[in-house]
């Protein structure tokens, strides 16, 4: 353990935690849209993996931006949130359920990056770093709107099957 | 394990899982506001456990509306999210980015609940249940408040503070 001296050791300290909890997150989708059933909300997974690689790209421009190594931290939190989501996944239920039950889990996933991204690039601000400030808006944008597509999936149709048990 | 037939089954689960994500809060609450060193960040964990019993004291309330015991399911993913709040309250840090780091912890937890609570009120829309709707509707509102007054303490002196290395 060293010592945290300046708001930069914790921004690279985060930034590492953030990078493992992308790389967690490129393993678990795919066993999202596969387990999903409704097919608008197996494509939104798909398209989300390729935005992760793409965060895990900029995250790794960061690294450079930086001087350091790309490297990650083992990231408790996603850990926990993925088994959670894996539990949904391997529940018994009606078809309709479990992708609501799917969405509400892919959505705690999105709030954990939205909070984490929300930190660092305030961070980032602070250290009057403009350059990582703004490569990281475009994956917190890019966040929000995943969140903003799983609340639609749902409320378009998703929990209306699963209140109607199709 | 048995099965989820319907959004019912699947709004009780997720209830339980969040009524235990706040018990486990209640108990790190008091940690957070003993390691952080800004008098303002003390006062508003301090606050905030009050807010959190609060916010049990409801899912209790919706357990009854439903006819169903009070009971929690475990949490995994609130418990990685505490793990790593934990790792940043050990570290050996300079008050002020320790400050700066415990509120991105805290910041974490606030996102993981909105995001939950967020999941169960469209739920309990879709069940045609109003009542509890409007119950939980109160403990998201200050769920979103906690989140940003934790960004406004940020903003206002702890991040400047430990871009100074005070």
Redesign the interface.
């Known amino acids: 353990?060293?010592?945290?001296?300046?708001?930069e050791?914790?921004f690279l300290?985060?930034v590492r935690?953030i990078y493992n909890a992308e790389k967690q997150l490129t393993k678990a989708l795919p066993k999202a849209a596969k387990k999903a059933s409704s097919p608008d909300l197996k494509s939104a997974f798909e398209e989300h993996l390729r935005q992760t690689e793409g965060h895990m790209n900029r995250l790794e421009q960061v690294f450079g931006m930086l001087g350091e190594n790309v490297k990650g931290r083992p990231?408790?939190?996603?850990?926990?949130?993925l088994?959670?989501a894996e539990?949904i996944l391997g529940?018994?239920?009606?078809a309709s359920?479990?992708d609501?039950?799917i969405?509400?889990a892919a959505?705690?996933v999105?709030?954990?990056e939205?909070?984490?991204y929300?930190?660092?690039i305030?961070?980032a601000e602070?250290?009057g770093r403009d350059d990582i400030k703004q490569l990281l808006g475009q994956t917190l944008e890019e966040e929000k709107q995943a969140d903003q597509k799983l609340?639609e999936l749902?409320?378009a149709h998703i929990?209306?099957e699963?209140?109607a048990?199709k």
Do not use: F, R
């Open positions: 353990m060293s010592k945290l001296n300046s708001l050791d914790l300290m985060e935690d990231c408790p939190a996603m850990k926990g949130i088994e959670e539990e529940e018994k239920a009606e359920v479990k609501a039950g969405i509400g959505q705690k999105e709030h954990y939205i909070a984490s929300g930190t660092i305030q961070w602070q250290m609340s749902a409320k929990n209306v699963a209140t048990g």
